[in-house]
């Protein structure tokens, strides 16, 4: 199987996926997302974690959830802060790629916008993609539409 790779801006950090082609990538325009990029969105391919592999060690942190509950895994390279992937333990087996990793990073395509309620008013998204107020209704949808493997139970 082919391979996809790419890693942190000092390049101290590399990670390795196993796959055939690009994922697909969605645009997250909450504020935490603003907040933790510096910028008007994130993006980020969300794969199997069977399928990566972290080729450095890495800065771990943990974040809780909005409801308080669940913790995120932000893993950064730990010399130049690169915030490099994330797991989540309300999605158990996959991985959140940041977009900018990647090594082709300018050929990911973004097919889906969620939080746009609180996007930057002078991003303007292409109407033919899809795109919700908040997080998208049907999980399950979701996932399928951007590729990703199916949530665990």
């Known amino acids: 199987m082919a391979g996809i790779e790419g890693g942190c801006r000092c390049g101290a950090v590399r990670w390795r996926l196993e796959a055939e082609r690009l994922p697909l990538t969605y645009a997250c325009h909450c504020l935490d997302c603003q907040t933790w990029?510096?910028?008007a969105f994130s993006q980020q391919a969300i794969v199997a974690q069977d399928r990566f592999q972290c080729t450095a060690p890495v800065g771990r942190f943990d974040l809780p959830s909005a409801d308080g509950r669940r913790i995120s895994h932000q893993?950064?390279?730990p010399a130049c802060f690169t915030r490099v992937y994330n797991t989540n333990?309300?999605?158990p087996?996959?991985?959140m790629i940041r977009a900018g990793t990647f090594d082709d990073s300018?050929?990911?395509?973004?097919?889906?916008?969620?939080?746009?309620?609180?996007?930057?008013?002078w991003l303007t998204?292409?109407?033919?993609?899809?795109?919700?107020?908040?997080?998208?209704?049907?999980?399950?949808?979701?996932?399928?539409?951007?590729?990703?493997?199916?949530?665990a139970s």
């Open 125 to 151: 998204i292409d109407p033919q993609v899809p795109a919700w107020p908040e997080g998208p209704p049907q999980a399950a949808e979701f996932f399928r539409l951007i590729g990703a493997p199916p949530v």
């Open 93 to 95: 087996g996959l991985v």
């Open 106 to 121: 300018h050929r990911l395509a973004v097919v889906a916008h969620m939080w746009t309620k609180r996007k930057q008013p």
């Open 75 to 77: 893993v950064a390279c």
């Open 89 to 91: 333990s309300s999605r």
């Open 37 to 39: 990029t510096g910028s």
